[in-house]
C-alpha cells in the first residue's frame, strides 16, 4: 500500500502521542486550552474594541491574534491595545 506523506505524518503524530506519558499529555491537552481560550478572548476583545483603542490595524492584528501560537495573543495584550 502507498502512504502519502500527510498519512505518515498523522501516524507519526498519533504514534509519538499513544508514546507519551499521562502526565505529558495531560500537560499539553492543558496548553492547548490556555491557547484556543486566549485566541479566542482575543478575537473577541479585538472585534468589540473601537479601532481608536488599539494600535495598528484591527486587520493586522486579527491574523495575527488567529494564527501565531500563544505569541500573537499575547502580543495583543501586552502591545495591541492603548
Do not use: C
Amino acid at each position: 500500500m502507498n502512504t502519502t506523506r500527510f498519512e505518515t505524518l498523522l501516524l507519526d503524530v498519533r504514534n509519538s502521542w499513544s508514546g507519551m506519558s499521562a502526565q505529558e499529555r495531560r500537560l499539553i491537552a492543558s496548553l492547548a486550552s490556555i491557547d484556543l481560550l486566549g485566541k479566542i478572548t482575543a478575537l473577541v476583545h479585538l472585534a468589540r474594541t473601537d479601532n481608536r483603542k488599539i494600535r495598528g490595524s484591527k486587520w493586522v492584528w486579527g491574523p495575527a491574534v488567529g494564527g501565531v501560537n500563544m505569541f500573537g495573543w499575547i502580543a495583543y495584550f501586552l502591545f495591541g491595545r492603548k
